[in-house]
C-alpha cells in the first residue's frame, strides 16, 4: 500500500486538519465496503450449507474490518462503529460517518453518535 500521510495515531486535531483527512478515509472505507460486502456474499450462499466455511468467512470480516480500524487510527481517527470516525478535537470530538463527504458534526466525549450536534458550514481555506 503506498504512503499516503504520515501515521501518528489519535491526536487532537482541527477541524481543517480531520477534514483533509476524510477523502482518504472515504477511500479506504470505498474499498473495505466492498470487499466485506462480497464476504457477505459469500457467507450467505454458504451459511446453510457449510457451517465451518462460514466461519471461516465470518473470521476473514472481522480480518477486513480490523484492517480498516487500525489504517483509520493510524490516520488519527476512532473507529467508533460500522464506517463511522471521531477526531479528537480538545473539548469533544469530530463525528463523520461514511458517506458524507465533509465532517458536518461533533459531539462531547462521554456523548456518542446519538448526540451529534451541526457545526457550521466550513468555510474554504484560501488558495496559496
Known amino acids: 500500500m503506498e504512503k499516503l500521510f504520515e501515521l501518528k495515531g489519535p491526536r487532537i486535531m482541527s477541524r481543517v486538519e480531520a477534514q483533509r ?3 482518504v478515509i472515504i477511500k479506504l472505507t470505498e474499498r ?3 470487499e466485506v460486502q462480497i464476504l457477505v456474499q459469500k457467507l450467505e450462499l454458504v451459511r446453510q450449507v457449510d457451517e465451518e466455511q462460514a466461519n471461516q468467512i465470518e473470521n476473514q470480516i472481522d480480518d477486513v474490518m480490523n484492517v480498516w480500524r ?4 493510524r490516520l488519527g ?3 467508533k462503529g460500522v464506517w ?3 477526531f479528537d478535537n480538545g473539548h469533544g470530538y469530530f463525528c463523520w460517518k461514511y458517506p458524507e463527504p465533509e465532517i458536518r ?3 462531547g466525549y462521554n456523548d456518542g453518535y446519538p448526540s451529534r450536534r451541526e457545526l457550521p458550514p466550513m468555510m474554504e481555506e484560501p488558495r496559496p
Request: overall charge neutral; hydrophobic content about 25%; some cysteine.
Open 105 to 107: 458534526c461533533e459531539h
Open 70 to 73: 487500525d489504517q483509520v487510527t
Open 84 to 86: 463511522i470516525v471521531d
Open 21 to 23: 483527512l476524510i477523502p
Open 32 to 34: 473495505t465496503k466492498k
Open 77 to 79: 481517527g476512532k473507529p
